[in-house]
């Protein structure tokens, strides 16, 4: 039996813990940076639809994301003076597949998957990356905190513009790269190599993971 791979994901919004749920039970020891000190509330609704429904029917999360469903009727447009211009009705904007859609508020979808991981998966709040220098054995990073620790792979799930992540996880990051390891990715784009038994896939704002046969502990 070979170690676990200790994976870094910089960022505790959605993505972030999403993907740490399948990591964890594809079988890697998983840490999650944060630069919040704690879960960011509010932030503009998500949609759930088509295969990120079937992610989270299989991480058993969605009975609470149907029951903290937004039932958006209309919107409604306004000239600056405050008079209606248009209404819209948004089922006729998704046609029969919005029957089928979710939409809940983003911090209630953050909460919902920082409870469901909070037990197994390692969170760093109040801290972020500050270097990262990446080798052949692993990634060496250093935190905002002073405290230094290695991992396998390093993953970028804080928004566009992260350095390892972005903003909300890393201060600015510099880091040193071995080309031939590409061991510090970013989610949504190929992680490689995470593990050999497959890929993981994170959206931004509007999917979950879609893939997570990434870690073995075999």
């Not at 594809?26 to 919040?36: I, L, N, P």
């Not at 211009?85 to 859609?101: F, I, S, T, Y």
């Not at 970013?186 to 995470?194: D, E, F, I, Q, V």
Request: with cysteine.
């Amino acid at each position: 039996m070979t170690a676990k791979r200790l994976v870094l994901i910089s960022g505790a919004g959605i993505a972030g813990p999403a993907l740490a749920y399948w990591l964890h039970r594809s079988g890697c020891a998983v840490t999650v940076v944060e630069k919040a000190g704690g879960l960011r509330d509010g932030g503009y609704p998500i949609d759930i639809r088509g295969t990120a429904t079937e992610v989270v029917r299989g991480m058993g999360v969605l009975p609470r994301l149907r029951d903290a469903h937004i039932d958006s009727r209309r919107f409604t447009f306004l000239d600056a003076d405050g008079s209606e211009v248009a209404l819209v009705d948004p089922r006729a904007l998704a046609g029969d597949a919005g029957a089928q859609d979710l939409e809940g508020r983003r911090g209630d979808l953050a909460a919902l998957l920082h409870a469901l991981v909070r037990g197994d998966v390692e969170f760093l709040f109040d801290d972020c990356i500050d270097t990262l220098d990446q080798h052949e054995h692993g990634v060496d990073v250093m935190f905002r905190s002073g405290r230094r620790r290695t991992f396998d792979p390093v993953v970028g799930a804080d928004g566009r513009s992260s350095g390892a992540g972005s903003r909300s996880g890393t201060c600015n990051a510099r880091f040193r790269r071995n080309r031939r390891a590409g061991r510090i990715t970013k989610a949504g784009r190929t992680a490689s190599p995470l593990g050999a038994t497959g890929s993981a896939h994170v959206g931004t704002r509007r999917a979950l993971v879609s893939r997570h046969r990434v870690c073995t502990d075999e």
